[in-house]
């Protein structure tokens, strides 16, 4: 909780018209995740845990879609999706949740995890990694996934174990 602290005053300054949204990753659900889930609600972000909302009108067609952290989590992909709607947004934390998907869709995917090798090479090629079988090959970009959609793979803020990053700016 003390890292969330940090970040919530700028969470709480961003004002997006469509709403906040975020998932937990591994390491929010090794510690308190109720009280991470409370302090992020605070600063008006929506956590979603194998659920999905539709955006506001005339957006409401679109939906942000939600799933567990695919390791620490009760991942779901059924539940993520139900009732979605034709158009789907998914946040998951890790681009392993894309093996728990089954036939599920999206047509925009966020996903994070691999802090883009944390440490890499300076043509951004990852040398150390987190976990995960999917972690090498979608470190960090964009990926065209023909039978699943787009997915975006962030580099995000933090460390994994060491804290030190190498070629792989937050």
Same mark, same amino acid.
């Given at each position: 909780t003390?890292?969330?602290s940090?970040? +919530?005053?700028g969470?709480?300054? %961003? !004002?997006?018209?469509?709403?906040?949204?975020?998932?937990?990753g591994?390491h929010d /659900?090794?510690t308190?995740?109720r009280? $991470?889930?409370?302090?992020l609600?605070g600063?008006?972000?929506?956590? /979603?845990?194998?659920?999905?909302?539709? +955006?506001?009108?005339p957006?409401?067609?679109i939906?942000? %879609?939600?799933?567990?952290d695919?390791? #620490?989590?009760?991942?779901?992909?059924r539940? #993520?999706?139900?009732?979605?709607?034709d158009?789907?947004? $998914?946040?998951?934390?890790?681009?392993?949740?894309?093996?728990?998907?089954?036939?599920?869709?999206?047509? /925009?995917?966020?996903?994070? !995890?691999? !802090?883009?090798?944390?440490?890499?090479?300076?043509?951004?090629?990852?040398?150390?990694?987190?976990?995960?079988?999917l972690a090498?090959?979608?470190f !960090?970009g964009?990926f065209?996934?023909?039978?699943?959609g %787009?997915l975006?793979v962030?580099?995000?803020?933090?460390?994994? #174990?060491?804290?030190?990053?190498?070629?792989?700016?937050?």
């Amino acid at each position: 909780t003390e890292y969330a602290s940090a970040m +919530l005053d700028g969470l709480e300054q %961003c !004002h997006p018209p469509l709403g906040k949204f975020a998932v937990f990753g591994n390491h929010d /659900l090794w510690t308190d995740e109720r009280a $991470l889930e409370s302090m992020l609600a605070g600063a008006g972000v929506r956590v /979603l845990v194998n659920q999905n909302v539709a +955006l506001p009108t005339p957006f409401d067609s679109i939906s942000v %879609c939600g799933m567990d952290d695919p390791w #620490t989590g009760f991942r779901d992909a059924r539940r #993520t999706f139900a009732g979605a709607g034709d158009t789907r947004i $998914l946040l998951m934390h890790a681009p392993d949740g894309l093996q728990l998907l089954g036939k599920e869709k999206f047509d /925009l995917g966020f996903a994070g !995890h691999t !802090h883009g090798g944390q440490m890499a090479l300076p043509n951004g090629t990852p040398i150390v990694m987190p976990h995960g079988v999917l972690a090498r090959e979608y470190f !960090h970009g964009r990926f065209d996934l023909p039978e699943q959609g %787009c997915l975006i793979v962030s580099r995000g803020i933090g460390c994994s #174990t060491v804290p030190v990053r190498i070629n792989a700016d937050p």
